[in-house]
């Protein structure tokens, strides 16, 4: 089936650091793959999409690249903010539709930035 | 654009009860999921609605259910509340199944 595999957080990072977020999949067929953001007692909010291979996904300076052969979509962004701190969820959009559903999250990475 | 819009934005019951939490898709959008957050399960897929007829239905028992209305407004049911059924539940609406899904605030369940 379908799956999204995120990096375990929390990740802790001063401001102004690089920051990765790791993202693999499985998928078959050609899924659509997304970052979605969630700040504290908020629902998600769409951070970036990407929807063929090599197509990079960019917003608010946070960018993350459909790696095909790798099966990959790592978040990464040069200078992190306080305000950046949320919990980020990768998630795929399978070519096909079922049981999981059009959305298939990752369990999330807490990122929380010190001044 | 009004984004998505759900209500209430939280809600205490008791076990045994049922609830009903709505929500109002982005104007336009026909397309709405349904999602449950946890802390241990994280976000599992409930049920996916179009023009009024569920698409899909994640691995839930019955006694969660929904509907869609002709306006593309959903609801969601739960019958005979279990401590477990405590979660934010989210819900998301898009143009048609298959595109970008936009998401509301979530209501806040609680259950004792």
């Known amino acids: 089936g379908n799956s999204v595999t995120q990096m375990e957080g929390p990740v802790t990072l001063s401001e102004e650091a690089f920051l990765t977020i790791n993202c693999t999949y499985t998928?078959?067929?050609?899924?659509?793959l997304f970052w979605y953001v969630q700040y504290p007692g908020e629902g998600l909010q769409l951070l970036l999409k990407?929807?063929?291979?090599?197509d990079k996904g960019s917003n608010k300076g946070f960018e993350a690249t459909y790696r095909k052969e790798t099966t990959s979509f790592h978040l990464e962004k040069g200078s992190v903010q306080v305000s950046d701190s949320a919990v980020y969820f990768c998630?795929?959009?399978?070519?096909?539709?079922?049981?999981?559903?059009?959305?298939?999250f990752g369990k999330g990475t807490k990122l929380s930035v010190k001044p | 654009k009004a984004g998505v819009t759900q209500t209430p934005r939280y809600l205490i019951k008791t076990r045994g009860q049922q609830v009903t939490l709505s929500c109002s898709p982005i104007?336009?959008?026909?397309?709405v999921s349904w999602y449950q957050q946890t802390p241990g399960q994280g976000l599992q897929f409930l049920f996916e609605?179009?023009?009024?007829?569920?698409?899909n239905k994640g691995n839930f028992p019955g006694r969660f259910s929904g509907r869609q209305f002709s306006n593309s407004r959903s609801e969601m049911n739960v019958s005979t509340l279990e401590l477990g059924d405590s979660a934010l539940y989210l819900c998301?609406?898009?143009?048609?199944?298959?595109?970008?899904?936009?998401f509301g605030p979530g209501t806040r369940l609680l259950v004792l």
């Open positions: 998301a609406s898009s143009l048609r199944p298959q595109e970008t899904q936009y």
């Open positions: 998928a078959t067929g050609y899924p659509s």
């Open positions: 990407a929807t063929k291979a090599d």
């Open positions: 998630a795929l959009s399978p070519q096909y539709g079922g049981s999981q559903g059009n959305l298939i």
């Open positions: 104007s336009g959008h026909r397309s």
């Open positions: 609605y179009f023009s009024e007829t569920q698409r």
